[in-house]
């Protein structure tokens, strides 16, 4: 048990996927203008990343790895990657509606979204087993909502800010990202 | 619409990390050395240009609806050469760059220019326009690289250049001196393109 809580606690704040690992950056900075779009994003990254983790596992070890075709790993992730998506769409169409129209445009993005096949790769290469893939996905997603979430909040702020005409928009929201990694920089002490 | 323009668009007018702000990823991660910056740019020409070429080619063939998993499959296919020729013939870069290779499939910028370029123009534009933009994102990088490089360890290509009694910015090969560099970068660029 304990050796879970430290993988926990080590890719939700150490090793945060955004902002140690700079995995998944694209949504975080193009969707953090606002405190509702970043929670929406949060929630389906944490959905399709946990499931697509467990799936991309399954895939390697019971597909890839017996018939010796580990080169064939990325091609065959980002495709069940993509099919994953596409198939949450459906199913959260027909029995989650409320579920579906919360999440909306975020959910065909993700499929692009590096940190869905970063952590599937982490996955692999690290040799996890199977409750310990489940673990880590879960754990990497709850961080990268929380740091989305918290730098949404950050942003929002900032836009009521006057600011130099050059720095306005992209750069000052990368050098808000910096101190945000800053901060998280702090827990670096807490796991070896 | 010439070659010569489709070309030279990637590098500075629409520079692909600085001025379209895609394929971030790569950008912060792989920075802290200029070295890193330009083998992983010139990983990302390789997978661009051939994929812009193959994309060009099977325009015509690809139907409309499944085209960008048939784009995402064409991508992959050249991500996974790359990956093994510098697994082969690289292999201290492909230690350092690790996970970052695999990832160029989801970089972007390679799915952006097959989709908004290569499935409507033929392939000497597409060649152009890949080849133009890669070697902007190569030149980005290894800018950046050799940015957080120069202050971070006062080495730049591991070459010692900055005086004895030099103080390196320590955080800056860090994970936070990738944003905040990063910033600075895009800030000042908008600053010189204001006076233009």
């Known amino acids: 048990m304990g050796e879970y809580l430290l993988l926990v606690v080590s890719a939700v704040f150490v090793n945060n996927i955004l902002l140690a690992r700079y995995l998944g950056n694209c949504p975080f900075l193009g969707v953090s203008k606002s405190m509702d779009t970043a929670v929406g994003m949060g929630m389906a990254v944490t959905f399709v990343l946990t499931v ?21 790993r990325t091609i065959a992730f980002i495709l069940v990657i993509a099919a994953l998506v596409q198939l949450v769409e459906m199913f959260l169409q027909k029995s989650v509606p409320a579920l579906y129209r919360a999440l909306g445009i975020f959910l065909p993005l993700i499929t692009t979204n590096c940190a869905v096949l970063g952590v599937a790769i982490i996955n692999i290469k690290e040799d996890f087993d ?6 880590f996905s879960l754990a990497s997603a709850i961080g990268f909502a929380l740091a989305l979430v918290l730098f949404a909040g950050l942003r929002e702020r900032f836009a009521l800010m006057k600011t130099a005409k050059a720095f306005e928009g992209m750069p000052l929201g990368l050098i808000t990202a910096g101190l945000l990694s800053m901060a998280f920089l702090g827990f670096a002490g807490l796991v070896k | 619409m010439s070659l010569a323009t489709e070309f030279t668009k990637g590098l500075w007018k629409e520079v692909p990390p600085f001025r379209l702000v895609l394929g971030l990823c790569p950008v912060l991660a792989v920075t802290t050395a200029a070295e890193n910056g330009l083998g992983m740019g010139l990983a990302t020409t390789f997978v661009l240009v051939c994929s812009n070429s193959l994309v060009s080619l099977l325009r015509k063939f690809i139907p409309n609806k499944v085209r960008i998993a048939a784009f995402i499959v064409i991508i992959a296919s050249f ?27 989801v970089n972007c910028i390679v799915l952006g220019r097959a989709e908004a370029f290569a499935s409507k123009n033929t392939l000497p534009f597409s060649v152009a326009d890949g080849l133009g933009m890669g070697l902007g994102f190569t030149a980005s990088l290894t800018l950046l690289g050799s940015v957080r490089e120069l202050l971070g360890t006062g080495h730049v290509f591991g070459v010692h250049v900055m005086w004895a009694s030099f103080e390196p910015f320590g955080f800056l090969v860090k994970a936070p001196g990738a944003f905040v560099a990063l910033g600075f970068l895009l800030g000042f660029m908008n600053l010189i393109g204001a006076k233009r």
Request: charged share 10%.
């Open chain 2, 79 to 105: 991500v996974v050469m790359v990956e093994l020729v510098m697994q082969a013939y690289f292999f201290k870069l492909y230690e350092v760059l690790g996970i970052f290779i695999p990832l160029i499939v």
């Open chain 1, 130 to 135: 199977f409750v310990t893939t489940l673990v």
């Open chain 1, 52 to 72: 697509a983790g467990l799936v991309t596992w399954m895939v390697q070890r019971y597909l890839l790895d017996p018939f010796g075709l580990a080169y064939l």
